[in-house]
């Protein structure tokens, strides 16, 4: 099936629906890593992180494990501004009136990602790795942040018109 995208806004919707895609299939690529894979990772992150910061720092440790849950925040602030560039700047009136429409919107902005996080923790048990509603929280807390950011750049471009 061939998409005629004539639209400035079906070129930006269309974008961002092929940029989340491939966000997600990283996100839950990851996730599927067993846990030996996933510990390897984290082993060249904090080598990498070593060379900055010395491993006889008292923070080293704890530094270290908050990158790790930093990278779920990033991750998932990515996908939380696609998600707006999906269903707010690729619309002809991004912000229609009525409260129902905008309800919608902000439903689905929040629904999307939170569907995205449970079902990558849900992956993580077939990997042999637990999940963890803490893991849920960071990846929202992510999305919610791309989400906002891109919420206050968009009304502070729609002001200065």
């Known amino acids: 099936m061939i998409v005629n995208l004539k639209s400035r806004e079906e070129k930006i ?6 940029l989340m895609i491939i966000t997600v299939a990283v996100i839950w690529f990851n996730s599927s890593l067993p846990i030996t894979v996933s510990s390897a990772q984290s082993e060249i992150t904090e080598k990498i992180v070593e060379k900055v910061v010395p491993a006889e720092v008292p923070f080293f440790q704890y530094l270290i494990n908050h990158l790790r849950k ?4 990033i991750e998932y602030g990515v996908l939380g501004i696609e998600v707006f560039m999906i269903f ?5 009136k991004p912000f229609p009136k009525g409260i129902f429409n905008n309800f919608q919107r ?8 939170l569907f995205i996080a449970v079902t990558d923790e849900s992956i993580q048990i077939l990997s042999g790795r637990g999940p963890a509603i803490r893991d849920v929280l960071f990846d929202m807390s992510g ?11 968009y009304f502070f471009f729609r002001i200065r018109r």
């Open 106 to 113: 902000i439903w689905n902005m929040i629904t999307l990602p």
């Open 143 to 153: 999305a919610l942040g791309g989400i906002f950011i891109c919420t206050i750049v």
């Open 70 to 73: 930093s990278a779920h925040v």
């Open 13 to 18: 919707r269309a974008a961002a629906i092929l």
């Open 88 to 92: 707010v700047a690729g619309g002809k």
